[in-house]
């Protein structure tokens, strides 16, 4: 599986943003897609994931209410739209693929099976 994030940038505090992950390979259906994030100084977290079977979604707390998964099967794509964004969610955003979890466990532990690169976004005060 090949994962290619685009759609960071620079945007103003309370603006928004959607983030791409186009991802290539003929097993996808097996995968949780999710996105993660790392700020200058701090570890990589967890923001949101989806299932490709199904859809289903979750969030972390940081960003519930706030950001979308969401993914088109046709093109094979999951999207993060993020909204009301902060200066805290500056960050390079990763998209990831991992098989056997789900939704709620793909911020579980260590293992990822693909990372895409990041890419990053900033949202100024």
């Known amino acids: 599986v090949q994962l290619q994030a685009s759609g960071g940038g620079l945007v103003q505090a309370g603006g928004s943003l959607r983030l791409s992950c186009a991802a290539s390979?003929?097993?996808?259906?097996?995968?949780?897609m999710g996105w993660f994030r790392q700020a200058p100084g701090k570890e990589r977290e967890f923001v949101a994931a989806?299932?490709?079977?199904?859809?289903?979604?979750f969030y972390s707390d940081s960003v519930k209410g706030r950001f979308t998964i969401s993914r088109d099967n046709a093109k094979n794509t999951v999207y993060l739209q993020m909204n009301s964004l902060e200066p805290e969610d500056t960050a390079v955003y990763y998209c990831?693929?991992?098989?056997?979890?789900?939704?709620?466990?793909?911020?579980?532990?260590?293992?990822?099976?693909?990372w895409g690169q990041g890419t990053l976004v900033t949202v100024s005060s």
């Open positions: 990831a693929a991992r098989s056997f979890t789900t939704a709620q466990t793909m911020g579980v532990g260590q293992r990822i099976d693909y």
């Open positions: 390979g003929r097993t996808l259906s097996r995968y949780v």
């Open positions: 989806i299932r490709w079977s199904g859809g289903t979604t």
